[in-house]
């Protein structure tokens, strides 16, 4: 094994535990300077399933440790024959820098399962306008969700408004250019700098540049899919509040959060060490979890192998139910109300508040 890249032959490549899979990477295209798309091929056992707008988490070994970071398909599972991820290089990111450049074309990763609820249902009696707000390698999700729209949707149109700092920084452009034939699909680009090669605003995104996105668009039964950097998402959700835009037509995904989980100094003061109870692949484990840990923390300490991606309450791979107990979140912004009320937690930003904490996950 070189750096978490699992060197097999192609009759090895399965699933290597619930939830995980090995993954040959069939092609790499550089995107940007900064930037590649990694095409996995199918495994044999079959294709794999999954809907535009969720993610695969990688897991690779970078100087003898495990990192796991989760990236959006850019691929849809209607137009294209092979799922594929989308990788941006992060200043300092350890496995953005690792993936950008080492991974090649026969190399097998190892990934969790498909996962993630940024995504719609798709059907053909649909008729709707899509509008899509993103900002550099916010793409990723967004472009699945274009590809699949446009394929099954022959009444619904695609408004993408995309914000870069320039022309080179544009992600999937190639793609995009060839998007705009399509009378359905339209596209905004908003730049920093400007270039004579790309019709866009100048700047950053604003909110009368979605107020004039919208007038164009009119009185259509809009829904709105955002994803980038969060000053970017921000700035894009206060627009549309302030447009009257109905909360509940708004839908957000985050790469990152720069304060998702409480720092040890914030921990509240009714937090206490308590044992717990983590039902997980058929089996029951029982730890105590200290005021500064989170409940996945302690289990990965104790050697539970248990699924985690983001560690900030993003990407709800480790998602389990709460079967009786409370629990305190630090952050639930990756579940929906729905599934809190339904007693789903993550136990990534999770602390016991009760002596009787049982969680089942999977």
């Given at each position: 094994?070189?750096?978490?890249?699992?060197?097999?032959?192609?009759?090895?490549?399965?699933?290597?535990?619930?939830?995980?899979?090995?993954?040959?990477?069939?092609?790499?295209i550089?995107?940007?300077?900064?930037?590649?798309?990694?095409?996995?091929?199918?495994p044999?056992?079959?294709?794999?399933?999954?809907?535009?707008?969720?993610?695969f988490?990688?897991?690779?070994?970078?100087?003898?440790?495990?990192?796991?970071?989760?990236?959006?398909?850019?691929?849809?599972?209607?137009?294209?024959?092979?799922?594929?991820v989308?990788?941006?290089?992060?200043?300092?990111?350890?496995?953005?820098?690792?993936?950008?450049?080492?991974?090649?074309?026969?190399?097998?990763?190892?990934?969790?399962?498909?996962?993630?609820?940024?995504?719609t249902?798709?059907?053909?009696?649909?008729?709707?306008?899509?509008?899509?707000?993103?900002?550099?390698?916010?793409?990723?999700?967004?472009?699945?969700?274009?590809?699949?729209a446009?394929?099954?949707?022959?009444?619904?149109?695609?408004?993408?408004?995309?914000?870069?700092?320039?022309?080179?920084?544009?992600?999937?452009?190639?793609?995009?250019?060839?998007?705009?034939s399509?009378?359905?699909?339209?596209?905004?680009?908003?730049?920093?700098?400007?270039s004579?090669?790309?019709?866009?605003h100048?700047g950053?995104?604003?909110?009368?540049?979605?107020?004039?996105?919208?007038?164009?668009?009119?009185?259509?039964?809009?829904?709105f899919?955002?994803?980038?950097?969060?000053?970017?998402m921000?700035?894009?959700?206060?627009?549309l509040k302030?447009?009257?835009?109905?909360?509940?037509?708004?839908?957000?995904?985050?790469?990152v959060?720069a304060?998702?989980t409480?720092?040890?100094e914030?921990?509240?003061?009714?937090?206490?060490?308590r044992e717990?109870?983590?039902?997980?692949?058929?089996?029951e484990?029982k730890?105590?979890?200290e005021?500064?840990?989170?409940?996945l923390?302690?289990?990965?300490?104790?050697?539970?192998?248990?699924?985690?991606?983001?560690?900030?309450?993003?990407?709800t791979?480790?998602?389990?139910?709460?079967?009786?107990?409370?629990?305190?979140?630090?952050?639930?912004?990756?579940?929906?109300?729905?599934?809190?009320?339904?007693?789903?937690?993550?136990?990534?930003?999770?602390?016991p508040?009760?002596?009787d904490?049982?969680?089942e996950?999977g």
């Amino acid at each position: 094994m070189a750096f978490g890249l699992f060197k097999k032959k192609k009759e090895e490549i399965s699933a290597v535990n619930t939830g995980y899979l090995n993954l040959k990477v069939k092609e790499v295209i550089r995107e940007t300077a900064d930037s590649v798309s990694i095409h996995f091929e199918q495994p044999e056992t079959g294709d794999i399933q999954y809907k535009s707008g969720q993610f695969f988490t990688i897991i690779v070994d970078v100087n003898g440790k495990e990192e796991r970071r989760a990236y959006s398909l850019c691929s849809s599972p209607y137009t294209d024959a092979n799922p594929a991820v989308a990788v941006k290089r992060v200043e300092g990111g350890i496995v953005s820098n690792y993936l950008n450049d080492n991974v090649n074309a026969g190399d097998v990763l190892k990934v969790m399962e498909p996962n993630g609820n940024f995504t719609t249902t798709f059907d053909a009696s649909n008729q709707r306008h899509l509008v899509l707000l993103g900002g550099g390698s916010g793409i990723t999700p967004l472009i699945s969700l274009v590809k699949s729209a446009l394929d099954q949707e022959p009444n619904t149109k695609v408004t993408l408004v995309y914000a870069n700092r320039n022309e080179d920084s544009i992600i999937f452009k190639k793609n995009i250019d060839k998007m705009i034939s399509n009378e359905q699909f339209n596209v905004v680009h908003v730049l920093e700098t400007g270039s004579s090669d790309v019709k866009s605003h100048i700047g950053y995104l604003t909110q009368d540049i979605i107020k004039e996105v919208l007038s164009e668009i009119g009185e259509a039964n809009k829904e709105f899919f955002i994803c980038g950097p969060t000053p970017m998402m921000d700035s894009a959700i206060d627009s549309l509040k302030a447009l009257n835009v109905p909360s509940e037509q708004i839908r957000k995904e985050s790469f990152v959060s720069a304060a998702a989980t409480a720092s040890k100094e914030e921990v509240s003061s009714e937090l206490q060490a308590r044992e717990v109870t983590v039902i997980y692949d058929g089996e029951e484990y029982k730890y105590t979890v200290e005021p500064d840990e989170t409940i996945l923390e302690k289990g990965l300490d104790e050697d539970v192998d248990l699924p985690f991606s983001c560690q900030s309450g993003l990407c709800t791979a480790c998602r389990g139910k709460c079967l009786s107990g409370k629990v305190k979140m630090d952050e639930d912004e990756g579940l929906s109300e729905a599934e809190i009320e339904e007693g789903y937690v993550l136990p990534c930003v999770s602390h016991p508040l009760t002596d009787d904490v049982v969680i089942e996950i999977g």
